[in-house]
């Protein structure tokens, strides 16, 4: 990646709504130009995708928590198949596999405590090979994810 590259995709983490016109003049190009820049960035997966930020609270999700998951067994089998059953529940917002004390961190977002309780009882308590889920409620966002910084990696040049 050069440093319009850099740009491109600073400029599309902030605003994946502007028009390919608007782009190619912050950056001096002609629109057909940055069109084919753009693709390659889509084509070599640096641009994965495209997407709204929702507000989860206009949407009714009113509460969101994190459930740490340790699984009961750490073979291939048994941790594909909780992977592939927790893509399915529609309340997990993201699943992540860490090493440490917990094998899981699952970001939730639910209407209400009912909701969040029956989740955490009926369906993520019940998936085959879970042995213990700890549940942290989410008081507060301090920051939201912003994309990904990209000073850090091109600073050396």
């Not at 940055?34 to 609270?57: C, S, T």
Request: charge should be negative.
């Amino acid at each position: 990646m050069d440093t319009t590259d850099r740009k491109i995709v600073a400029t599309l983490q902030e605003n994946g709504r502007i028009t390919n016109v608007e782009l190619a003049r912050l950056n001096n190009m002609a629109p057909s130009s940055m069109l084919e820049r753009v693709r390659r960035l889509e084509e070599r997966g640096i641009i994965a995708g495209y997407r709204a930020e929702l507000n989860p609270k206009e949407l009714g999700y009113n509460v969101e928590a994190f459930v740490m998951i340790i699984l009961d067994h750490h073979q291939a089998t048994g941790i594909e198949d909780f992977e592939s059953v927790i893509r399915k529940v529609s309340e997990v917002k993201s699943c992540t596999h860490v090493a440490g004390r917990y094998d899981y961190i699952v970001h939730v977002a639910v209407r209400d405590i009912d909701h969040l309780g029956d989740l955490i009882k009926h369906r993520l308590g019940s998936l085959a090979g879970v042995e213990k889920q700890e549940t942290f409620l989410v008081l507060s966002t301090v920051k939201r994810d912003e994309g990904y910084s990209l000073e850090p990696l091109f600073n050396n040049e």
